[in-house]
């Protein structure tokens, strides 16, 4: 073989992986949306936390252990399914499921709101998505908006959402204000948080400390960003599940985020 066959064979293999790398690329954009242009994000990025007011933030839940989420035994542990009993989520509503992982709950939430509701599912991990949609193509649900947030901005609709749901995900967040007040911009007016974490009290719960939180830190970090309890549910037998409306005598302080970053824009719906 000449030399110059050689090259054009090496050429057409390396323009083949060229091509297959650009398809997977798009392929992965239109599910993952507006995914947030790296050098942009990096510069107009607030700076993360490592302590809130006096709480140590964990670390995001890497997606290769996205399987313990949809473990055989999560519902005789967590008890899911009397959660979802108790949530209130009524057919047509708006909800989202913060944080959502690989999907266990936005698919019993999407089959809860029905065909005329919604559900925005919102995670900082393109790859948790990738899993969500795999398991809503297989169960044929077609009624969830995937949503790449980032660190500090859910990239919700405002004004829009029924019910925000966060089982797990609150105490890994690294811009706890930012986040909670882009929820807030999200939430039509009586919109409710529900908040699941796993109990700090309890030490028969069998989690690590830093994922766990206490009903008053809950209650500390929510109303210094313009919640109030409105219900809680103590049936559960390893996480608090408290429900925070809006309160409308709260004003921010100076300083507040009350509005996203310049180059943070809703996600494309
Ligand atoms: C422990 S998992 C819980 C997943 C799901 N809620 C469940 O209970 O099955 C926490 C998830 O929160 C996500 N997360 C962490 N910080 C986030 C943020 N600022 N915005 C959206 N998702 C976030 C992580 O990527 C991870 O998928």
Redesign the pocket.
Known sequence: MTKRTNRWRRISVLGALALCVLLTSQTRAAWAQDEPRPGRQASAMPRGLEVYQGRVIAQ??HFSGAEW?VRENRESEERCSLMLTNLGVKPGANVCD????NG??SLQLARLVGEQGQVYA????PE?LYFLRDRADSAGIENISPIL?S?YD?RLPRDSIDLVLM???YH??SHPQH?LAGIRRALKPDGVIVLLEYRAEDPDVPIKPLHKMSKEQVDLEMTSNGFKLVESFDELPWQHMLFYGRDEEWTAPDGYPNEAPGNSRPARR
Do not use: I, N
């Open positions: 995001t839940m989420l913060m944080g959502c992982g266990f709950y919102v995670d900082v991990q948790m947030g660190m859910p089982v797990d995900v890994e967040f986040m």
